[in-house]
DNA sequence: GAGCACTGC
């Protein structure tokens, strides 16, 4: 999740005049007994009758610490709260001494060292401030390269090692700390340059921190610090393998495990278990911070890495720089080590393990340390349903109003949910419900809160509730670690989400209600413990609860790998199934996506990369997608221009918008029919693209006209821009040959068909869609243009089964065209 | 007749 400015915690109550249910922070600080249960006790009785239990054991599920008080509570997941440790056995956790970051030389002035003034005593409240000395002990010295840091919502962790980590000796290169989103990148650079002192990015020569993620980078020539996207990072390794530019790689929200951060862990695990020529000899320093506690799979991960890296150079002198090769499942998710003999065997337990490799030819032992800060959040109580329910939307309703009925406001409701549909279908009935609510109960306000709704109407979720209102927010998961909604302090979780998996089999994914894990229900729960004391309602059993899983299954085991076998094939990984992965993905789905590539010739028959892979990998595109702007640059094609348009559509999310009305819905047909194209989605794509691109005098207007998000239209043109530039670069060339539009249409859907072979499908005589590669039936998307359109072949650029399997992004081929591109699918 | 959430020189 994002770490969140921490203005609030700094000590002081959050509110000038505290609200009558509120416990400001001093007195949780002061370590003063939680009133949590009187309080509820004071609370007037609900009007209905009570539909929870608490749970049978453990009531708090958080505990709350400030100051380095150690309060009696139980973790998120059950362990203890301890005080920090890092275990090394060549770290002995030290006194705190005097905090190095703090810039030397002349004494400050000016605005900037006024903030950073003014900033400092937050800074020195936060639960990491007292553990920098350890922070710094645990990576100083040779073959101490990698730091383990469990540091839960709050601690300051994002904001405050990198600048721990700047003035050490060897910290002579930048400091690269990578984030999973976009907007936590940039705003986390900001406050640590407001921390520093120091401007932001490119705004002058001499700035400290900086930046980089898509169609935004701002650094300078000064920049020590630089946050960073997941993406981008790999994106530079395909310039500079060994990351030559950096001293330290931070790598910041493990615990999500995006396909990148496993990515970037494979690499970074390779360079500092290697030998470090690539980077004259210096090592690089990586630290890897999670909020979870469970990094038992990451410390094994590394172990393996340095034990495989001394065999390697022992045996053979050579590196394990390009090429892990252990076999063991270092799996996040708690499988645990196949090699485990092979371990060191003098060491246990492993919390006191430091050496990660038993030197075999004389080296030092290069040494694993871990780090647990403790957080900043307030207890949450949780409570179940005494039994499961079938309709989690009614029992959510009744919830809703039993918090109302039940709690003085304020205290916003945060409701989990899986989609949108669910989400407007309580909409509905609480809005029914409050009608029904007397004078004297304070008012509810509902709240949608999904990523299709614009982005105006999402905003309205951090505006504060009204006097005498309670905000009640109906969300997706959007709201578990993207958006940080203010003023929650009861969260209703119907324990479910929608999630995507790719099937192998079938090459399409799946989109599908299921129980989320554990740690996801925990980081539900904790966004009610955010600014006080909260609760949680889940809306199933306490033994389901139990039978849940323990973490949500990483991404790359449910993904289309293709593209990540495309980033590690051009990062010169030559054995992609000895990548070391952190959780190793089924033998079938890496097998599948070799395959995918080799289709696309992206891949030679050797299974090397071949130029066409190399330049696919260089395009911010799935490999598909690439593949048809490779074809489109052809010279027999020469539509790239065009595809550079469809491909930008593609891109985004929501181009057309969803109206909500049936009679909306009617004047947008209307509108778009100009748009509309025969063909497709592909074509009606190019078309809304170069209609909004020729409008020159007022956009806006145009997209308001053509019922089209204009912000969709906005990141097209972006990413439009981006592709064109790519595209000069990587020597693609932009057609000049004049074209009959007739012959324009033939050459896109050939270039789309070259890159969707897999994605085509034929019409049966009863009418329904067969896919030629497996006989699979697939209907057309309500959302296509095609939808109940009859057309002897599609070529569709995505597919995902919900209710059944849908075709989206479909566009109207030729039979023959079709079987031409499945009988020879060379470059 | 339907759209979990992120992300990329």
Redesign the pocket.
Known sequence: MPERVHIRFDGEPITSKPAPVSTAPRQFQQGKKRKLDDRIDRAPEARTKPFYDPPSHVKTQNGTQTNGHQTNGTQANGTRLNSTHINSSKTKASPVTRDASEPKGKPASGPLAKKRQELLPIRQALPIWAHASDIRQALRGPHKDVLLLVGETGSGKSTQVPQFLLSEPWCTGQIAITQ??????ISLARRVADEMGSTLGSSSPGSKVGY????D?SVSPSTRIKFL????L???M??DPWLKQYSVVVVDEVHER?V?VDLVLGFLRNIVTGDKKGRGGKPLKVVVMSATADIEGLQRFFEDGYRLSSQHSSSNGTTAATNGTEDSESSWSGISSSSEDEAPKSITPRKELSNGVEPKNGSPAASISQCHIEGRQYPVKTMYLPEPTQDFVEAALKSIFQIHYKEPVPGDILVFL????TVEGLEKLVKEYVLGMGPEVPKIITLPL????PQHLQQRVFAPAPPKTRKVILS???AE???TVPGVRFVVDCGK????QFRNRLGL?S?LVKPISQSAAIQRQGRAGREAPGQCYRLYTEKDYNTLGKNTTP?ILRCDLS?ALL?MKARGIDDVLNFPFLSRPPHEALEKALLQLLQLGALTEAGEISDIGRTI??????PTL?RCLVEAAKPERGCLTEMIDIIAAL?V??VFL?LVTEEK?EEAEAARRTLYRREGDHMTFLATVQGYAEEKSDRKAWTERHYVSHRAMQNVMDIRK?LRG?CG??SLPIADIEKSSEELTTSILHSLLRGFAANTARLMPDGSYRTLSGNQTIAI???SVL?GKKVEAIVFSES?F???S?ARGVSAVRLDWVAGVLAGTDG
């Open positions: 999973p989103r976009r907007v936590a990148a980089s993620v898509r169609f980078q996207t997941e993406g981008m790999l994106q530079e395909l310039r995006s990148n899986t989609g949108q549909d999904f990523a299709a709704l997706t998961n959007i670690t993207s958006v989400a929608k999630i995507k994914d989109l991404e593209a980033v990998a260089k395009l911010p595109l799935t690439g891109s999310e929501n969803n819905r981006q790519l670069q990587l998307h309500p959302s939808f995902v919900t209710s059944r849908y």
